[in-house]
């Protein structure tokens, strides 16, 4: 209850103390657009069709537009799934929704998730403490899209953060610690803009805690002064 409460309460902190500064114009959405210009980087086939919630390997991000004056505030939301598949509508469209009331503009990501149920066999996740590759070089790519692209979308450049569940939680705790060098080879402009986010919120992450009796934060998680604020 009480992380439910901070979550909600910073939220709307960032929403209220735009509004007056930031564009009063909505961006443009929802459009879903493919996040690589190519062939993604350390790409694979797909077991399966690939759907909105399983077997992707075709990364998108869909841009949600404020349903209500802009406050210049933009998110980017990782919904959860065990890096096996994406809860899409209750911790993706859901969650968009309720930003977009407030002001904000919501970017999907629909990170690449390329086989349910996972594949032990393929070296994308080697071990529960590590995001796979591909999900977290989406997130870093899906970042400096949004803020080479603020004043397309009418965002403030400065207030981009990420919101995460479950597994997407986890991946928000990685793309707010390992942001100064990217997981792949730059493609273009977007890429020399920051993939750092301005704020964090993970909700029920996983994978965050290792060790037995004496339990210590995941070491792929290296926290310091220059990590955004987050909240979980």
């Not at 980087?41 to 069709?49: E, I, L, M």
């Not at 869909?62 to 598949?85: C, I, K, L, M, Q």
């Not at 977009?100 to 919501?106: A, K, P, V």
Request: glycine share 8%; with cysteine.
């Amino acid at each position: 209850m009480h992380k439910s409460i901070l979550v909600v309460s910073f939220l709307f902190a960032c929403a209220h103390s735009t509004a007056r500064a930031a564009v009063g114009q909505p961006s443009p959405g929802p459009v879903q657009v493919p996040i690589w210009p190519s062939t993604p980087p350390d790409a694979q086939p797909a077991p399966g069709p690939q759907t909105d919630w399983a077997n992707i390997v075709r990364p998108t991000m869909t841009v949600y537009s404020p349903e209500r004056d802009n406050t210049g505030v933009a998110v980017v939301v990782f919904p959860g799934g065990g890096f096996e598949g994406l809860a899409i509508k209750g911790e993706g469209t859901d969650a968009c929704d309720w930003l977009t009331s407030r002001g904000i503009t919501c970017v999907l990501l629909r990170y690449r998730v390329p086989s349910l149920p996972y594949d032990w066999h393929c070296k994308c996740r080697p071990d529960n403490r590590a995001t796979p590759t591909q999900a977290l070089e989406d997130a870093q790519r899906t970042l400096g899209l949004v803020r080479y692209h603020a004043a397309d979308w009418h965002v403030d450049p400065h207030k981009i953060g990420v919101l995460g569940f479950s597994a997407g939680g986890y991946l928000v705790a990685e793309v707010s610690t390992r942001y100064e060098n990217r997981l792949y080879t730059p493609r273009d402009a977007a890429d020399e803009a920051s993939c750092r986010p301005d704020f964090a919120v993970a909700v029920y992450p996983g994978h965050l805690w290792v060790g037995g009796k004496a339990h210590g934060l995941n070491p792929n998680v290296p926290v310091n002064h220059q990590t955004p604020p987050t909240f979980q």
